[in-house]
């Protein structure tokens, strides 16, 4: 049978993204210089070198079995493709939006506006869903510079930061929706075991990255007061110690929430708190 076939861009922000998320998943393969194509060692799976934009259709299309993309970019396709899972990486959210000095005050107002955007699909149906009839300039890029150019009067695009749309004085007018980068697969789900061994395994290493290892000692008497402000993944792992009075616990914590649940452990008599960053898991 012939291999299995995962794309991933060939280039851009999400070109290293996805080569890191698929070689911590165990997925490991060498692209010789500008090849498009490559073999995964010791699995049956070829790795194939995609734009961005393209795979959402090539997925569909069955041309590989599963895709890393953007689901920004999934969306504005109009293709059907299974999402099996979000990445937790490349979050932004696509706008519209206006001069920081405009005059208009709803979406309603613009009514015939010209606007610039890569997303014309997405664009054309939230428009139209809130009463303009827009005249949409399709582009590839530099989207943000198009109205002091004068070609459009507001422009759809992605913000992550929002320093872009600063730069060209701009501001949000509306959010259409917010994205992240995420594994999607072909609907007929060609080997199927396969396919989620991939999944499980990426799911491993994207849980690992968001949380870490709390390990910490508190006397019995907190400890149900403990257990209630890291309540971990399933439920911590209790130990006794030498000392009676005190025991050992150890339990998933989300990584961004780690420093306020070690201040809150130590308020509650906590010794010994440590964390520890996880590489990969299966929960
Ligand atoms: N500023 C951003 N922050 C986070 N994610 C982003 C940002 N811009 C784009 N993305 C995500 O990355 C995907 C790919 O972006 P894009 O197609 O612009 O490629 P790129 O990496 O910027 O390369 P290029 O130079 O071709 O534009 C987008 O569809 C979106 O999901
Ligand atoms: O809110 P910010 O953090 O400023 O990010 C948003 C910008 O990032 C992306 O552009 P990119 O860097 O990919 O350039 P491009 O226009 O060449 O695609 C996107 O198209 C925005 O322009
Ligand atoms: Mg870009």
Same mark, same amino acid.
């Given at each position: &049978?012939?291999?299995?076939?995962? =794309?991933?861009?060939?280039?851009?922000?999400?070109?290293?993204?996805?080569?890191?998320?698929?070689?911590?998943?165990?997925?490991?393969?060498?692209?010789?210089?500008?090849?498009?194509?490559?073999?995964?060692?010791? &699995?049956?799976?070829?790795?194939?070198?995609?734009?961005?934009?393209?795979?959402?259709?090539?997925?569909?299309?069955?041309?590989?079995? &599963?895709?890393?993309?953007?689901?920004?970019?999934?969306?504005?396709?109009?293709?059907?493709?299974? *999402?099996? %899972?979000?990445?937790?990486?490349?979050?932004?959210?696509?706008?519209?939006?206006?001069?920081? @000095?405009?005059?208009?005050?709803?979406?309603?107002?613009?009514?015939?506006?010209?606007? /610039? *955007?890569?997303?014309?699909?997405?664009?054309?149906?939230?428009?139209?869903?809130?009463?303009?009839?827009?005249?949409?300039?399709?582009?590839?890029?530099?989207?943000?510079? %198009?109205?002091?150019?004068?070609?459009?009067?507001?422009?759809?695009?992605?913000?992550?930061?929002?320093?872009?749309?600063? /730069?060209?004085?701009?501001?949000?007018?509306?959010?259409?929706?917010?994205?992240?980068?995420?594994?999607?697969?072909?609907?007929?789900?060609? &080997?199927?075991? !396969?396919?989620?061994?991939?999944?499980?395994?990426?799911? =491993?290493?994207?849980?690992?990255?968001?949380?870490? $290892?709390?390990?910490?000692?508190?006397?019995?008497?907190?400890?149900?007061?403990?257990?209630?402000?890291?309540? =971990?993944?399933?439920?911590?792992?209790?130990?006794?110690?030498?000392?009676?009075?005190?025991?050992?616990?150890?339990? %998933?914590?989300?990584?961004?929430?780690?420093? @306020?649940? %070690?201040?809150?452990?130590?308020? !509650?008599?906590?010794?010994?708190? $440590?964390?520890?960053?996880?590489?990969?898991?299966?929960?």
């Amino acid at each position: &049978m012939e291999n299995f076939r995962i =794309g991933i861009p060939s280039k851009g922000r999400l070109a290293e993204v996805a080569t890191e998320l698929l070689g911590d998943a165990g997925l490991k393969f060498r692209r010789q210089d500008r090849s498009l194509f490559a073999r995964v060692r010791d &699995m049956p799976i070829d790795i194939t070198f995609l734009r961005t934009d393209d795979i959402p259709v090539l997925c569909a299309e069955g041309a590989i079995d &599963m895709g890393i993309t953007g689901s920004d970019l999934v969306q504005e396709a109009e293709v059907e493709v299974d *999402t099996r %899972m979000e990445l937790g990486v490349g979050k932004c959210r696509l706008a519209l939006c206006v001069p920081e @000095d405009t005059s208009w005050n709803t979406v309603g107002d613009m009514k015939q506006c010209r606007v /610039a *955007t890569s997303f014309p699909n997405v664009t054309r149906q939230y428009l139209e869903a809130n009463g303009a009839q827009p005249h949409l300039v399709n582009l590839s890029g530099s989207v943000e510079v %198009m109205i002091s150019l004068g070609i459009a009067d507001a422009i759809v695009d992605l913000v992550e930061t929002g320093s872009t749309l600063a /730069a060209n004085r701009l501001k949000i007018f509306a959010e259409i929706g917010s994205y992240e980068t995420v594994l999607i697969q072909n609907k007929q789900k060609r &080997m199927p075991e !396969l396919a989620d061994r991939i999944v499980r395994r990426l799911e =491993g290493v994207v849980i690992a990255r968001d949380y870490s $290892l709390l390990e910490y000692n508190i006397r019995r008497e907190n400890l149900a007061a403990a257990e209630a402000i890291t309540p =971990g993944f399933n439920s911590p792992t209790i130990n006794p110690l030498e000392d009676e009075a005190w025991c050992a616990v150890r339990a %998933m914590v989300k990584r961004k929430e780690v420093i @306020d649940v %070690m201040e809150k452990l130590e308020q !509650l008599g906590a010794s010994a708190i $440590l964390q520890t960053n996880i590489a990969n898991c299966r929960l």
